[in-house]
């Protein structure tokens, strides 16, 4: 049993959602931020937290999970995601809709969104698909998802070719104040490719996503935002060109978010040298060029979410032939740590910018609670000792995906205490 109130005495607090960083306590009572300040006085019942040294931080929030329930729970179910965010310091998590079935009906949304309040870590909130069976052909009853529970829509893992129902959808998304999602990748330019199109495949000999197939599709969405007025969410960009079209989009006006994932942020295709299966991702690791402008468009905020588009797999899965392992990488339990390491302790990146990427702008982007430890607000908390060494080992993992290619990796700083609704659900 959590304790009623919790005293979070004299960590770090940063909060940019109150423009805070300096040492103070944090008292949480029935479920919520009742008071910041210096020396407060607490209940005797109270739960004392030790924080010194320790960073107080909004829970993180990933809008781009994959859970793989219902249909691929021996990859990933709603209640080891769940489990694995918490771990992360994720308090929140928005889960995918490329499941079998997919959550396409106002049935399948229910269901994510009670098996996530069962599980009882992290917040789960589903996000329903843009079209009935994520065939890119019929629009789904956008109102009725929303009611449900739907937070945004998205046919992530498919693209949506249908320009025509893209602005249906970002026209129909704008009476719900949703954001739509996409998987910014025309099929016809990359169609049978496995990996980046470039010096690395050539050598492999495997066949190669080109950039163009990512870039005429960003430059499809964002056109078409700007025509409906809608809000178009972009994810896991990847390519040089498809930052600066966002940069400029954003100047013009054009209702869009995009994301950077840990991955892109810090790989590039030679990751896949030797036929590497867990660095198989989609859209792939690219070049240099392309992963320095997706670290550029994270710190000038162009990128202004992270995201870790956690995508588990099974073993077996993962070891087959490179041409046949399914794409996708774990990253719930390492990116928090990652990004710890390799921007705040290289002060690429101060830590209230950081707090911000991955938590308060992803709160905002998909419109949900969070992102604050404002008083009255619902008590999400992550704890953050920075201090902490510690390698990437993924039997380890509370996900049941092993698939990263950060194993091995030292690191330094993760989350040593996270609570969701007041409650404790990882220390």
């Not at 599980?119 to 929303?146: H, K, N």
């Not at 050539?202 to 163009?212: D, M, W």
């Not at 390799?342 to 419109?367: I, N, Y």
């Amino acid at each position: 049993m959590s304790p009623r109130r919790i005293l979070f005495r004299g960590g770090r607090v940063v909060d940019p959602s109150q423009g805070l960083d300096r040492v103070l306590d944090l008292l949480v009572d029935d479920g919520k931020v009742a008071r910041l300040g210096e020396g407060l006085d607490y209940p005797d019942d109270a739960r004392v937290e030790e924080c010194g040294g320790r960073i107080v931080i909004p829970g993180l929030v990933d809008v781009h999970v994959h859970l793989r329930e219902p249909g691929g729970e021996h990859k990933e179910t709603i209640a080891t995601g769940a489990r694995a965010a918490v771990a992360g310091g994720f308090t929140s998590i928005c889960a995918m809709p490329n499941t079998d079935p997919p959550i396409d009906s106002p049935a399948t949304v229910a269901f994510v969104a009670s098996a996530g309040r069962q599980a009882g870590f992290s917040r789960v909130y589903p996000v329903g698909a843009i079209s009935l069976g994520r065939r890119g052909e019929q629009l789904t009853e956008i109102g009725e998802l929303v009611e449900a529970g739907a937070v945004a829509i998205t046919d992530d893992g498919s693209p949506v070719m249908d320009s025509g129902l893209m602005r249906m959808a970002l026209a129909y998304s704008r009476a719900f104040d949703i954001p739509v999602a996409d998987h910014p990748e025309d099929m016809g330019l990359s169609r049978g490719g496995v990996m980046n199109e470039g010096l690395v495949s050539a050598r492999l000999g495997l066949q190669g996503k080109p950039n163009s197939a990512e870039d005429v599709h960003i430059a499809r969405d964002l056109l078409v935002a700007e025509l409906t007025g809608g809000h178009i969410h972009l994810q896991h960009v990847s390519t040089r060109l498809g930052v600066d079209l966002i940069r400029r989009a954003k100047a013009r006006g054009v209702r869009v978010t995009a994301e950077a994932t840990p991955h892109h942020l810090l790989l590039t295709d030679a990751a896949v040298d030797g036929y590497r299966t867990d660095a198989k991702v989609n859209p792939p690791l690219r070049a240099e060029e392309d992963r320095a402008a997706v670290e550029q468009g994270f710190l000038d905020g162009t990128l202004d979410t992270l995201a870790t588009d956690h995508a588990p797999h099974h073993y077996d899965e993962k070891e087959q032939a490179f041409d046949d392992a399914p794409f996708g990488i774990v990253g719930l339990e390492t990116a928090l740590g990652l990004m710890l390491t390799h921007f705040l302790e290289t002060k690429k990146l101060d830590l209230r910018t950081l707090v911000e990427r991955m938590s308060g702008q992803p709160a905002r982007a998909f419109g949900l609670p969070g992102g604050t430890l404002k008083p009255g607000v619902p008590a999400d908390v992550t704890v953050v000792d920075p201090r902490i060494e510690w390698v990437v080992d993924p039997d380890t993992f509370y996900s049941r995906g092993r698939n990263t290619p950060f194993a091995g990796a030292k690191l330094r700083g993760r989350a040593v205490l996270t609570v969701v609704g007041g409650r404790i659900v990882h220390e």
